[in-house]
Nanobody, 127 residues
Framework: QVTLVESGGGSVQSGGSLRLSCVAS??????????MGWFRQKPGKDHEGVAV???????TYLDSVKGRFTISKDNAKNTLYLQLNSLNPDDTGVYYC???????????????????WGQGTQVTVSS
């Protein structure tokens, strides 16, 4: 069982920045064995994959956030980060951290492939 707890959301104006954190814990959790991702959910919409950091260290980003968002992790702290820069109102949503050991390269942004989810943190960007 893995527990994920996000923090760092908030309200910013267009062009602003935020850094989201996700602390992972649980019996048997080993950072390098899990694929970790950030998803977001806008009102009335399904989860949308934003950025993934796979267990081999490779990263994948949603096209609309490339060059603006950066995913990283600190294994010593069991913490996953998402740096959000140049935010715009379309980035508004609830951001979730997700983890799983068995996500394949072709389904990195498929939410049902992730077993563990955090509670989410709200990001609101005003124009």
């Amino acid at each position: 069982q893995v527990t994920l707890v996000e923090s760092g959301g908030g309200s910013v104006q267009s062009g602003g920045s935020l850094r989201l954190s996700c602390v992972a814990s649980g019996y048997g959790y080993t950072p390098n064995k899990y694929c970790m991702g950030w998803f977001r959910q806008k009102p009335g919409k399904d989860h949308e994959g934003v950025a993934v950091l796979d267990s081999d260290g490779s990263t994948t980003y949603l096209d609309s956030v490339k060059g603006r968002f950066t995913i990283s992790k600190d294994n010593a702290k069991n913490t996953l980060y998402l740096q959000l820069n140049s935010l715009n109102p379309d980035d508004t949503g609830v951001y979730y951290c997700a983890a799983d050991r068995l996500v394949t390269a072709s389904t990195l942004f498929r939410d049902r492939d992730y077993l563990y989810w955090g509670q989410g943190t709200q990001v609101t960007v005003s124009s």
